[in-house]
């Protein structure tokens, strides 16, 4: 009963069906998170003091750590798959 | 009384019936059968009612036509207009919908009943269902074995179907069988009276099953085989439809007043619509006559014919109505009034949270975290007061270094009495709720309860951390030292500044938004923390500040360190999604205290 169970399972592909969602949104996230990056290189060119220039540096450095985090999450799915 | 002889009555009545006749039998043990159907898809249905609930609700609910689109959609689709209604009756209760948007989902639903009909008279009278109910059955509990709540649930609905397929196969038997003993429709009443007689039996009769589906399902079960004439069926029709709005009623009486102005309007549509189609009983069965003819229903096709009558009468007493909803809730709103006997008028209560919210476990942490945004709302009034700063300048545009200079009060604020009237009781009731709520949950949904508990405790420490740091912060932002009056300003500063970032990230949709602008606190937090940062030890070896400042000034650089971690603590729980597809994914990507070093260093 436990194998047909398991083969029906296998066949209709319901053992990945929550890690497909997770990554579904993670890769929305990890793209919102890109733009903003380019976003803030691009407001890094035009900025105008010194304090705002260190705060967008500060964002980068988020952005890119989450980016970072939010990647390794990714392989980490894909690797179980 | 009444409840006490209600169900040995029915007991006593069912098994005379079984005694003197199998096929009543038979027809009896369709409609358990039908009905236990209806609660399994009632429970699969209630595993989806999780997840991205309020956004759904809040776009499909906005406008009117919208709100009886999507209770007509999910009434189609779950073929249950009380699960329905109750439904709406805890998103109301949970503060997710507003009441007009409620009753449009009631209107929508009156409606989607109707398919009901139309599957039962166009396909399942006609072809032998239970051929269909076997393997759903069979798949279905398959899948209710399986981990997964979604797949759990579509487990549920494929048995719930199969169930509802296999209770009409028995009815439709048990009639076919019943015709060659006893023939019901010598029974019939013609006329007025026998209008409101059969008017009586369907009431009475989804009363007890505590569905209209189910009454109009053996209506048409029983028309199919004979058993009652269709002017009969017509009036038990129109009698199933006010027997309905009781599950309404019943689901009410634990909601809060919303929900039970909600249950009135159900009451009050279908009555109303049911005495306007008995005054022109006869038009509307010209009118039955003229669409059936139009669609090519035969005129001696009685159970199609019955499914026409019981659309054109429902979506007739939705257009009468739609011009009167604003009325509709005008009228409940002056009418039915909240009872504030038992409540203190100067201490502020939970909003959302109510017993009918705590039948959907989705339903009850949206309650839960609804409440929890009001407790932190209650808390940002009273920390922004115990920093001696307006509400309105902190979630401004205003430069924060103006906001501080212009203080709220010559005297500090009494954070005791704001702290009883505005955080106590809400706190110890949204404790109670959750406690109430959690014997219903599975481990998933527990696990985000415990989440909100945490963000609860993070907001009430934060006050009274506030009450700590005030004492000091208003006597040294007076002094004559500038030095520890730099500072103070300083922690008042920090503390806005991150009240300000927590409020914007409680309006911002994007997700990538808010975990950003938690980070960027988190890291401000650990960036000026005066002691951390060597700024204390400096004043200190300078002799700038006395002993007796610079011990306060370690004390209450604590308290802001300690009120800036909790306050992000509890901003991380209620503004990130804990409970979509993305489950636990903010939380994941979260940066450390390590990253947070990781950053600062690279920065000096």
């Known amino acids: 009963m436990k194998k047909f169970i398991r083969s029906v399972q296998s066949t209709l592909g319901l053992e990945e069906f929550d890690q497909e969602s997770k990554k579904k949104a993670l890769k929305v996230l990890l793209k919102k998170l890109s733009s903003r990056k380019k976003g803030i290189h691009a407001s890094l060119k035009t900025v105008g003091s010194k304090k705002e220039e260190n705060e967008l540096k500060e964002e980068l450095e988020i952005v890119k750590l989450q980016i970072k985090k939010g990647k390794k999450i990714l392989y980490k799915l894909y690797a179980k798959k | ?604």
């Open chain 2, 1 to 604: 009384m009444l409840k006490k002889i209600f169900l040995p009555t029915i007991f006593a009545i069912l098994a005379y019936g079984f005694w003197i006749s199998p096929d009543f039998k038979t027809i009896s043990a369709g409609v358990a059968i039908f009905l236990f159907g209806m609660i399994s898809l009632e429970e699969g249905f209630r595993s989806f009612s999780g997840g991205a609930l309020e956004r759904v609700l809040q776009k499909s609910t906005d406008k009117l036509y919208k709100s009886i689109s999507f209770g007509f959609v999910t009434t189609a689709i779950m073929q249950s207009s009380s699960l329905v209604s109750v439904l709406t009756i805890s998103f109301i209760g949970a503060g997710l919908i507003g009441l007009a948007q409620g009753i449009g989902i009631i209107l929508g639903a009156n409606i989607g009943t109707t398919t009901g009909a139309w599957l039962m008279a166009g396909f399942g009278l006609k072809v032998k269902i239970s051929a269909y109910a076997m393997p759903m059955l069979v798949f279905g509990m398959i899948l209710i074995f399986q981990k997964s709540k979604g797949i759990k649930g579509f487990g549920y609905i494929l048995t719930g179907l199969g169930f509802l397929f296999l209770g009409i196969h028995y009815m439709k038997e048990g009639f076919e069988a019943f015709k060659s003993t006893v023939d019901l429709a010598s029974f019939a009443v013609d006329g007025f009276r026998g209008l409101m007689l059969f008017i009586g039996i369907g009431i009475v009769a989804t009363v007890i099953m505590q569905s209209s589906h189910a009454t109009i399902v053996l209506i048409l079960a029983a028309l199919a085989a004979g058993q009652i004439t269709y002017e009969n069926a017509l009036a038990l029709t129109i009698g199933a439809n006010i027997g309905t709005t009781i599950t309404a009623i019943i689901g009410s009486l634990s909601s809060n007043i919303d929900g039970k102005r909600l249950a009135a309007a159900h009451f009050i549509f279908n009555v109303i619509t049911a005495v306007i189609a008995v005054l022109i009983i006869r038009q509307i069965e010209y009118g039955v006559d003229m669409i059936s003819q139009s669609l090519g229903i035969a005129n001696d096709n009685h159970t199609l014919k019955l499914a026409v009558f019981d659309s054109l009468f429902k979506v007739m007493g939705v257009i009468i109505f739609i011009p009167f909803v604003d009325k509709l809730v005008y009228f409940l709103e002056s009418r039915l009034k909240e009872s504030h006997t038992k409540k203190m008028p100067s201490s502020d209560h939970a909003k959302y949270l109510n017993e009918s919210s705590l039948e959907i476990p989705a339903t009850a942490l949206a309650a839960i975290k609804r409440e929890t945004i009001h407790l932190y709302d209650n808390a940002f009034e009273i920390i922004a007061h115990g920093l001696n700063l307006k509400r309105s300048n902190i979630v401004s545009d205003r430069d924060l270094d103006e906001v501080v200079a212009e203080p709220y009060t010559q005297s500090a604020v009494d954070i005791d009495t704001f702290y009883n009237r505005k955080i106590k009781g809400i706190y110890g009731e949204i404790i109670d709720f959750s406690t109430k709520a959690q014997s219903q949950m599975s481990p998933g949904y527990i696990e985000v309860l415990y989440h909100l508990k945490l963000a609860n405790r993070d907001i009430v420490e934060a006050v009274k951390d506030t009450k700590h740091l005030q004492k000091n912060l208003d006597k040294y932002t007076k002094s004559d030292n500038e030095h520890i009056r730099k500072q103070y300003n300083m922690i008042r500063r920090d503390l806005a500044e991150l009240l300000r970032t927590i409020d914007r990230a409680g309006r911002s949709e994007e997700e990538d938004t808010v975990m950003v602008l938690l980070s960027k606190a988190k890291l401000h937090t650990e960036k000026y923390d005066i002691i951390a940062n060597g700024t204390l030890d400096n004043l200190i070896r300078h002799n700038l500040v006395t002993i007796e400042m610079a011990t306060s000034l370690m004390n209450d650089s604590t308290y802001a360190y300690g009120i800036s971690k909790n306050l992000i603590a509890m901003a991380e729980i209620i503004f990130t999604e804990r409970s979509s597809e993305a489950d636990s994914l903010s939380e994941e990507m979260a940066i450390t205290d390590e990253d947070i070093d990781v950053i600062l260093e690279k920065g000096q």
